[in-house]
């Protein structure tokens, strides 16, 4: 079970793009119906576009700008996202087909900062979750840390184990000592 980002913000950006189009180009088709003073001088716009040329620097620009915005967002709509939804193993040897179950990278992310804040000394932690690695960044008011990252990453190793995620990650810790003022 893995469910991945919906990609919705370039989604919206297109949809409004199209939109303030379509109705940039219905009012002024609106207007010159009703034989109104139109927002734009379509005579002028079209003269200028008849008379630009495909080797001028604007219509090279205008090119190279559609382009590169079609290909991110060609880009962003085929390469798979961070999965929001992290697979757990069946451990379970009674049943006789696989149970699907999950978990979001949210709550898996507060489980693992709430047992490396459970440690002894630590103050803060903050977790960062990548494909294959965790990495719990904690700070301390500690003067000595000697041990400390081996107890939160043992805890952290712990939650994991009994969370027990499809693919366990690697555990990282990196040590922050707040200095004496």
Known sequence: MKRLPR??????????AVLAVCVLVTVVSVQQALG?????????????????????????????????????????ALLPGAPTVLPLRDDDPDTDRAVDSGMTRRSLRRALRTAASSVDGVTTAAIALKRRAVTATVTTDRTTTAGLADAVRAAVGQRLDRLGPATRPTVAVRLKARRAR
Do not use: K
């Open 7 to 16: 990609r919705s913000t370039p989604a919206v950006l297109v949809a409004l």
């Open 36 to 76: 109104l003073a139109s927002w734009i001088d379509t005579r002028a716009v079209f003269g200028a576009l008849h008379d630009t040329r495909w080797t001028d620097p604007v219509a090279v620009l205008a090119a190279v700008t559609c382009v590169v915005l079609g290909v991110v967002l060609l880009l962003c």
